[in-house]
């Protein structure tokens, strides 16, 4: 399928959005883009309406798409012209095949946009999840090694198991021979907060800490300046309360608010550069997303832009 010049600048401001922090410059040039043309504005709602009936929950993070914004530049860019093809079609198979690992459809547990869910080790231990998180499942029955890849998990282990369970991210990992503890992967960091009995924390990038009762860690990302790990202030209550529906942010920076909302609203949120990195206090519910958008207005000096109904980006006023 030969696509039109607007249908193919589309794609192209849709991995662009995509791509890290927004910039006002960026912002600027995406509406001139938009409203220079009618053709413009028809291809970005059409792209949009069709990325919004792909995946029913997951619709947000269409399949094509999401697995195309994983590869380089060259690539992505053929991949995303297919997927506008194949989304045209009404998404085919292809879409399907390559978008399975990319949208963690095949996760031991995954919850999907707004949904959270709750599972059980082959030892019985209980878990719970938060909306929008993948965790795959690995090692043995007596030793499970839990893969968190986004989202957040709290586990009730028992006190006295018979091996170690361990739960990973991207920043590091967590170990313990029971505890009751929540692991969360945020934005450009992981979380972990214990509530009853001990968990050893290996970040990447630093030594290992021992997480006791009633104390809670951030690593990775640049945590303590090293990449290692950096004490919170937040109770695990605090940490935890994405369980009750409320997120509960301590000089948290925008970008990290953002993708916590991100996991209970479809389309996608963003910041611009000087936005995202601003810190924002409060405790923000989240089954009413576009009221706690308007909450973070009034906290803190930032306007929000809405371009239809699927992209919302918060700029620096």
């Known amino acids: 399928m030969k696509l039109a010049p607007a249908e193919h ?14 910039g006002a410059t960026v912002l600027h040039e995406f509406d001139q883009w938009r409203t220079a043309e009618a053709a413009n504005e028809r291809a970005w709602n059409a792209l949009q309406q069709r990325l919004s009936r792909i995946g029913g929950a997951h619709a947000r993070d269409a399949s094509a798409v999401k697995h195309a914004l994983r590869t380089p530049a060259a690539e992505r860019r053929r991949a995303l012209r297919a997927a506008f093809g194949l989304l045209v079609l009404g998404c085919g198979t ?22 959270r869910g709750e599972g059980m080790l082959a030892d019985g231990t209980p878990l719970a999840y938060d909306a929008n998180s993948r965790i795959y499942l690995s090692g043995s029955a007596a030793s499970p090694v ?6 957040q998990v709290l586990l009730k282990s028992w006190a006295q198991r018979e091996g170690v369970l361990t739960v990973a991210t991207a920043h590091g990992s967590v170990a313990t021979g029971g505890a009751v503890l929540n692991v969360g992967r945020l934005h450009a960091r992981s979380v972990v907060a214990v509530s009853a009995g001990s968990a050893l924390l290996r970040p990447k990038d630093g030594p290992a800490v021992l997480v006791s009762a009633g104390e809670s860690f951030y690593f990775g990302g640049g945590s303590s300046g090293s990449g290692g790990s950096l004490a919170s202030g937040l109770s695990f209550n605090a940490v935890s309360a994405w369980t009750r529906g409320v997120c ?20 996608l949120l963003r910041a611009s550069e000087r936005a995202a990195a601003l810190e924002i206090s409060g405790v923000f519910r989240l089954e009413d997303i576009e009221r706690a958008l308007l909450q973070v207005a009034d906290i803190l000096p930032v306007r929000i832009q809405r371009y239809g109904g699927y992209l919302t980006v918060l700029s620096a006023a």
Do not use: C, S, T
Not at 9 to 22: F, K, S, T
Not at 248 to 267: Q, S, T
């Open 94 to 115: 292809w879409a399907l095949r390559e978008g399975v690992h990319g949208l963690g459809l095949d996760a031991d547990w995954q919850g999907g946009v707004g949904q």
């Open 146 to 151: 839990l893969d968190l890849r986004q989202g």
């Open 248 to 267: 509960v942010a301590d000089r948290m920076p925008l970008a990290e608010l953002l993708e916590i909302f991100g996991r209970y609203r479809k389309g």
């Open 9 to 22: 600048q589309a794609v192209m401001w849709e991995v662009r959005l995509r791509e890290g922090n927004v």
